[in-house]
């Protein structure tokens, strides 16, 4: 199964960076398979370093940032360096958990790389998903996505959502809902 979360890695200069990701799980969660595109930023950073700090998250705004960009400093959001240097913890995830990279394949535009979870960091209970929080998710995957989909359908799933997440959002929510609006007019 994929499970939806957010990938922090560490940049050449130290820094951190902050990207969405569905690794491939098995229901244990003990097999982990990430597949970055080869031209991404996230797979320059994971096959230099071999290592990158998984989260689930219960925030849908944090997951618009990160597909958007928004998040990639400590200061826009609060992160902190793992003490032995397996990567970056988003101080808001429900928990981290620190990847190795222990097998690559290169063979296709997605990497397939191959990871053992080196531990599972609990830093706060999962809330849980509301509607508006599940429409932010698959704006955000629309948003990664919109150059490979039509306008139209764009603009549909666009209103689709907006009604659930305007029934059923708080202010995180509605801010993400804005950050997601912006983001497709600029596309158009």
């Known amino acids: 199964m994929i499970v939806e979360g957010i990938l922090t890695t560490e940049s050449e200069d130290g820094t951190l960076h ?3 990701i569905g690794p491939h ?3 244990a969660m003990s097999s982990w398979i990430l597949k970055p595109f080869q031209t991404s930023r996230t797979f320059s ?3 230099r370093q071999s290592r990158a700090v998984f989260h689930v998250v219960d925030d849908g705004l944090l997951m618009v940032q ?3 960009g928004i998040c990639n400093s400590p200061e826009q959001t609060p992160a902190a360096r793992f003490e032995d240097s397996l990567g970056w913890i988003l101080q808001d995830a429900c928990s981290a958990i620190p990847l190795r990279v222990s097998a690559w394949d290169l ?3 997605r ?4 990871c053992l979870e080196v531990e599972r960091i609990e830093l706060k209970p999962f ?3 509301n509607r508006a929080c599940n429409s932010l998710l698959e704006l955000s995957i629309l948003v990664s ?3 490979l989909l039509d306008q139209d359908y764009l603009q549909q799933q666009l209103e689709h959502h907006r009604t659930i997440i305007q029934k059923t959002a708080g202010d995180r929510e509605l801010l993400g809902l804005h950050l997601v609006e912006k983001a497709l007019q600029h596309s158009e």
Do not use: C, F, I, Y
């Open 18 to 20: 902050v990207a969405p």
């Open 25 to 27: 799980v098995d229901r």
């Open 45 to 47: 950073n994971l096959h």
């Open 66 to 68: 990160s597909v958007l």
């Open 107 to 109: 063979q296709s535009e």
């Open 111 to 114: 990497a397939t790389a191959t």
């Open 127 to 129: 809330w849980g998903w």
């Open 145 to 147: 996505r919109k150059h």
